[in-house]
């Protein structure tokens, strides 16, 4: 017998506080209880089932050390305050708790790219990183690079080229790609350079290694290389 | 993963210091192979010392020749630093023949000598692994890849 139950956010406190608890989502959560066993009603952390949920410690109680924490982002330039368990990661952070879903979570290990971000504007993956450890730091995502209306050059270039077919890698892409550029421009190079004392070239070899964290399971290569040539041409 | 407190060291002495605490403490620098192998069960430090601001990132030559390499240069610094590039083009191109753009730019020196074994079989919990749990034998003897 499968039971349901939905699941709503923990009461906030009203006094002074991070500027989102560790509420994981605004929507209610449905949570599925096999075989009529017992089901405790409480705030989830995504992806984790019952038993591994942290033991109940707060900031401010309990008799061991605390696994809550408090961290401070800056992400698209507005300051965010949170208060997070400490095995939440920076993508978990962006799109649960801050609720900016852009970048998104394919293989959650490291080898997809779709969650890609740039702190203090180089690219890495969100999902294999602490938001914990990234206190104060400058972060973008996709919804900071660019805007319905005010797109990014880059944001422009994929439309225009058709980069894309499903679109769930997209944001990752466009982070990446962004960030890209401005590792040739430092003059970072790549498995392909064929000299490493000159500056990098821009080929589309080039791009096709750079780019090679981020995969694209609709196979829109040839158009994300399209879109990636252009932006790199201006 | 399993929970786990956090600490930022602030030195090496308040690292070590803090490591000695607790036998099931970890030292976190890019994290690019712990928080992997966290969210997999096969790491489950009890805490995570935080080692990135030790102040371990310069590059330098040594008066008798050669190089010093801080343990947290990230991959990309270090296939990117002139000298390297110059001098021991083998390095960057090793450095750069590894993982991709978004995990050199996390990826640290001491990190690299640090990380686990790529084994298939350690990363299969239901597999017996000396190297995980040592004692229980090893699956690779034996295994698909023989």
């Keep these: ?234 | 993963m399993r929970p786990f407190t956090y600490e930022r060291a602030g030195s090496p002495a308040e690292a070590a210091a803090a490591a000695a605490q607790q036998s099931e403490a970890k030292f976190i620098a890019g994290g690019t192979n712990l928080l992997d192998l966290m969210k997999l069960q096969i790491e489950t430090p009890t805490q995570l010392i935080d080692v990135n601001d030790l102040g371990l990132n310069g590059i330098e030559p040594m008066p008798e020749g050669g190089l010093r390499i801080g343990a947290l240069v990230r991959n990309t610094a270090l296939a990117a630093d002139e000298r390297v590039r110059r001098d021991y083009g083998v390095l960057s191109r090793a450095l750069l023949a590894g993982g991709s753009g978004q995990l050199r730019n996390k990826a640290t020196t001491a990190g690299n000598l640090l990380q686990r074994t790529r084994c298939p079989y350690f990363y299969d919990t239901a597999q017996p692994c000396n190297k995980r749990q040592p004692g229980s034998g090893c699956s690779a003897i034996g295994g698909v890849t023989r």
């Design chain 1, 1 to 234: 017998m499968n039971r349901f139950r939905q699941t709503k956010p923990q009461a906030l406190s009203a006094s002074e506080g991070p500027d989102v608890m560790d509420t994981p989502c605004d929507l209610p959560i449905l949570r599925r209880a096999l075989n009529g066993a017992a089901t405790t009603v409480a705030a989830m952390t995504p992806g984790l089932t019952g038993a591994e949920r942290a033991p109940a410690v707060s900031a401010t109680n309990g008799s061991g050390p605390s696994t809550m924490v408090r961290v401070s982002l800056q992400v698209n330039g507005a300051l965010r305050r949170l208060e997070l368990d400490t095995r939440t990661t920076l993508l978990d952070a962006l799109r649960e708790h801050l609720h900016l879903t852009g970048s998104k979570k394919g293989c959650d290990h490291g080898q997809c790219g779709a969650c890609t971000v740039m702190v203090g504007g180089r690219r890495i993956y969100a999902c294999l990183t602490l938001a914990v450890m990234h206190e104060g730091d400058a972060i973008t995502t996709i919804e900071g690079l660019g805007q319905p209306g005010n797109l990014h050059p880059m944001q422009a270039a994929f439309v225009k080229h058709d980069g894309y077919q499903c679109g769930y890698c997209t944001p990752g892409q466009i982070c990446a790609s962004v960030a890209m550029l401005e590792e040739i421009k430092a003059g970072v190079p790549s498995h392909v350079t064929a000299d490493l004392m000159a500056m990098p070239e821009i080929t589309a070899d080039e791009f096709r290694e750079r780019m090679s964290g981020n995969i694209c399971r609709c196979g829109a290569y040839s158009n994300i290389l399209d879109a990636i040539t252009e932006v790199a041409g201006k």
